[in-house]
């Protein structure tokens, strides 16, 4: 197999990851434990909270879950940010590797 062929294979193997990748990212996952459950995106973002009624003060509830996906949306958000800074002078040229 020559180089150019090798080279076009390649650009449509990245073509189909990335397309695969923005399909992920748009799909959303449910966890589960007892009285909660979240739903999240493909890109790890926390999407919504559900936590319930009988778990806490129902006054309270909306409050705690709002503030419950800020947290974990800012702690994965730092995730991203220090795996960038230390992996990324391994994958240079292929960004969204980690």
Same mark, same amino acid.
């Given at each position: 197999?020559?180089?150019?062929?090798? %080279? /076009?294979?390649?650009?449509? $193997?990245?073509? !189909?990851? #990335?397309? =695969?990748?923005? /399909?992920?990212?748009? #799909?959303?996952?449910?966890?589960?434990?007892?009285?909660?459950?979240?739903? %999240?995106?493909?890109?790890? =973002? +926390?999407?919504?909270?559900?936590?319930?009624?009988e778990a806490v003060d129902v006054?309270?509830?909306?409050? $705690?879950? !709002?503030?419950?996906?800020?947290?974990v949306n800012d702690a994965l958000?730092?995730?991203?940010? =220090?795996?960038?800074?230390? +992996?990324?002078?391994?994958?240079?040229?292929?960004?969204? $590797?980690?």
């Open positions: 197999m020559n180089i150019q062929a090798m %080279m /076009k294979q390649a650009q449509k $193997l990245q073509s !189909d990851m #990335m397309n =695969e990748k923005e /399909k992920i990212d748009t #799909m959303e996952f449910e966890g589960k434990a007892s009285s909660v459950s979240v739903i %999240m995106n493909g890109k790890k =973002e +926390l999407l919504k909270i559900s936590i319930a009624d006054e309270e509830k909306e409050m $705690l879950e !709002d503030m419950i996906v800020i947290a958000k730092k995730i991203d940010k =220090e795996t960038e800074e230390k +992996l990324g002078k391994y994958t240079k040229g292929l960004p969204g $590797l980690f």
